[in-house]
């Protein structure tokens, strides 16, 4: 790749904060039970540190492999996972957070009201607009110009105070928090470095990049401003957490296992590695590859290990279902729900697991199970569809169209919401709790199919 292309793409890693509905509409959301534990385990401190519930707060992770973290309004902190495979340790990753917990705290909106640029930009529209009205296009498409870089300029200089203003925050926070800043410093060490690589910083045939251009600081700017708030804190030479570590390095091999390519895994985890990241990351490797024997055998390794921990379990269950054995995963994924106190994402995989053995006799439990499931976690469509299933095998027509609904109105699909939710009122008594909750999802989807309307006409 030239190098101009591949130092616009490092801008735009950089700049993804600034324009964060973007990647959450554009990217899936990658949900596991071990890596959301994680993950809110290594923020739940920080997220106390900052004065917010972490009951109300999460952390949430997003399937992309650029090094990135951004938030996009209310108290959610959205991670990609090539984050998660570039950091050397939890405690970087836990700096990233506290980062983005700063522009939580700080109020760092997309588009700011207050900060004016919008304002410019309307404004030179308008004049623009009117120059050409007058019979002078030249003239109006310089006003336009203009105004564009006026309002750039500003936005970019906005910006700038904001990222300051975040890491200035997120010291703070690993400070209260009793957690060292070294990963924090650490992290953006490594951004430096891949700015040289990418020609940011000047050298004998690239002139050095305007850094008032930029959105952010540069990065080793950033470095040098933290490092005077992190070194003078209590917890500067604390020691990583050994449980937290090896937890990261396990969620770290499962998602590389998961999105790379199988090759690139095996390679990076030989035969050779007998740890428990590698029979993870080879696991996953295995059966993405097609080879379900090679991926039991990692996972009867692990289950070795660990006999009683509920994701090796889960794994082990997972391999077997989606290897055509669905009577095979019922044991492990059971006693995984179990280990796991009833876990919703591993319950729902249990669930589905009950459903793809077409047994009659195991329908009672799988709606026991899933209903569970989304009593805890109402937020998983795929709990929701395996449910209406279980609901359609039993003839219950308007639970299954209220499981549709609930599905559909997760997934956005306002329409078919609309319609199932109708469908459901129709058959259930009035006034029950379901009846209500139909009658919830119909009152919600007519205002977005309203609203998409609205838009359509203006």
Same mark, same amino acid.
């Given at each position: 790749?030239?190098?101009?292309?591949?130092?616009?793409?490092?801008?735009?890693?950089?700049?993804?904060?600034?324009?964060?509905?973007?990647?959450?509409?554009?990217?899936?959301?990658?949900?596991?039970?071990?890596?959301?534990?994680?993950?809110?385990?290594?923020?739940?401190?920080?997220?106390?540190?900052?004065?917010?519930?972490?009951?109300?707060?999460?952390?949430?992770?997003?399937?992309?492999?650029?090094?990135?973290?951004?938030?996009?309004?209310? =108290?959610?902190?959205?991670?990609?996972?090539?984050?998660?495979?570039?950091?050397?340790?939890?405690?970087?990753?836990?700096?990233?957070?506290?980062?983005?917990?700063?522009?939580?705290?700080?109020?760092?909106?997309?588009?700011?009201?207050?900060?004016?640029?919008?304002?410019?930009?309307?404004?030179?529209?308008?004049?623009?607009?009117?120059?050409?009205?007058?019979?002078?296009?030249?003239?109006?498409?310089?006003?336009?110009?203009?105004?564009?870089?006026?309002?750039?300029?500003?936005?970019?200089?906005?910006?700038?105070?904001?990222?300051?203003?975040?890491?200035?925050?997120?010291?703070?926070?690993?400070?209260?928090?009793?957690?060292?800043?070294?990963?924090?410093?650490?992290?953006?060490?490594?951004?430096?470095?891949?700015?040289?690589?990418?020609?940011?910083?000047?050298?004998?045939?690239?002139?050095?990049?305007?850094?008032?251009? =930029?959105?952010?600081?540069?990065?080793?700017?950033?470095?040098?401003?933290?490092?005077?708030?992190? =070194?003078?804190?209590?917890?500067?030479?604390?020691?990583?957490?050994?449980?937290?570590?090896?937890?990261?390095?396990?969620?770290?091999?499962?998602?590389?296992?998961?999105?790379?390519?199988?090759?690139?895994?095996?390679?990076?985890?030989?035969?050779?590695?007998?740890?428990?990241?590698?029979?993870?990351?080879?696991?996953?490797?295995?059966?993405?590859?097609?080879?379900?024997?090679?991926?039991?055998?990692?996972?009867?390794?692990?289950?070795?290990?660990?006999?009683?921990?509920?994701?090796?379990?889960?794994?082990?269950?997972?391999?077997?279902?989606?290897?055509?054995?669905?009577?095979?995963?019922?044991?492990?994924?059971?006693?995984?729900?179990?280990?796991?106190?009833?876990?919703?994402?591993?319950?729902?995989?249990?669930?589905?697991?009950?459903?793809?053995?077409?047994?009659?006799?195991?329908?009672?439990?799988?709606?026991?199970?899933?209903?569970?499931?989304?009593?805890?976690?109402?937020?998983?469509?795929?709990?929701?569809?395996?449910?209406?299933?279980?609901?359609?095998?039993?003839?219950?027509?308007?639970?299954?169209?209220?499981?549709?609904?609930?599905?559909?109105?997760?997934?956005?699909?306002?329409?078919?919401?609309?319609?199932?939710?109708?469908?459901?009122?129709?058959?259930?008594?009035?006034?029950?709790?379901?009846?209500?909750?139909?009658?919830?999802?119909?009152?919600?989807?007519?205002?977005?199919?309203?609203?998409?309307?609205?838009?359509?006409?203006?």
């Amino acid at each position: 790749m030239p190098r101009m292309k591949r130092f616009a793409c490092f801008l735009a890693l950089l700049c993804l904060s600034c324009f964060a509905a973007t990647p959450v509409l554009a990217q899936g959301i990658l949900r596991d039970a071990e890596t959301e534990s994680l993950l809110n385990d290594m923020a739940r401190p920080l997220f106390e540190a900052a004065g917010l519930r972490p009951a109300d707060a999460k952390v949430v992770l997003i399937g992309d492999p650029s090094v990135n973290a951004f938030v996009a309004g209310g =108290q959610i902190v959205y991670v990609h996972t090539g984050l998660i495979d570039a950091a050397d340790s939890a405690n970087e990753v836990q700096g990233v957070i506290a980062h983005e917990i700063g522009h939580i705290t700080g109020g760092h909106a997309v588009f700011n009201r207050d900060g004016g640029y919008g304002g410019i930009s309307i404004l030179s529209l308008l004049l623009g607009a009117a120059a050409m009205a007058a019979g002078s296009p030249e003239a109006g498409t310089g006003i336009l110009m203009m105004g564009q870089r006026a309002a750039i300029g500003k936005y970019l200089a906005f910006s700038r105070v904001q990222e300051s203003s975040a890491d200035a925050a997120g010291a703070g926070y690993l400070d209260k928090a009793g957690i060292s800043g070294k990963g924090f410093l650490d992290f953006f060490n490594k951004l430096t470095i891949d700015m040289h690589r990418y020609g940011y910083y000047a050298t004998k045939n690239q002139p050095e990049i305007d850094p008032f251009s =930029q959105t952010h600081p540069m990065s080793a700017e950033r470095v040098e401003n933290l490092k005077k708030d992190v =070194q003078s804190s209590a917890a500067w030479n604390k020691p990583l957490d050994p449980v937290m570590e090896a937890r990261f390095q396990r969620v770290q091999a499962k998602l590389r296992g998961y999105v790379k390519e199988p090759k690139v895994t095996l390679q990076r985890y030989p035969l050779s590695d007998q740890s428990v990241a590698a029979h993870y990351a080879r696991a996953y490797a295995y059966h993405k590859s097609g080879y379900p024997e090679q991926a039991a055998a990692e996972t009867t390794a692990l289950v070795k290990i660990a006999p009683n921990d509920p994701y090796f379990l889960e794994l082990e269950g997972q391999i077997l279902l989606e290897s055509g054995k669905p009577r095979e995963a019922l044991a492990p994924l059971r006693e995984a729900t179990e280990l796991s106190h009833n876990q919703p994402l591993i319950a729902a995989t249990f669930g589905h697991a009950l459903l793809a053995t077409e047994d009659q006799a195991n329908l009672d439990e799988a709606e026991r199970v899933l209903k569970q499931a989304v009593a805890r976690d109402n937020d998983n469509p795929f709990a929701w569809m395996n449910l209406g299933t279980v609901y359609d095998r039993k003839g219950d027509e308007p639970r299954t169209a209220l499981a549709t609904a609930e599905r559909s109105n997760l997934m956005g699909d306002a329409r078919t919401a609309l319609m199932s939710a109708r469908r459901a009122m129709g058959g259930l008594p009035a006034g029950s709790p379901d009846w209500v909750r139909a009658q919830d999802i119909m009152m919600v989807s007519q205002t977005a199919l309203d609203e998409e309307k609205r838009k359509k006409r203006n």
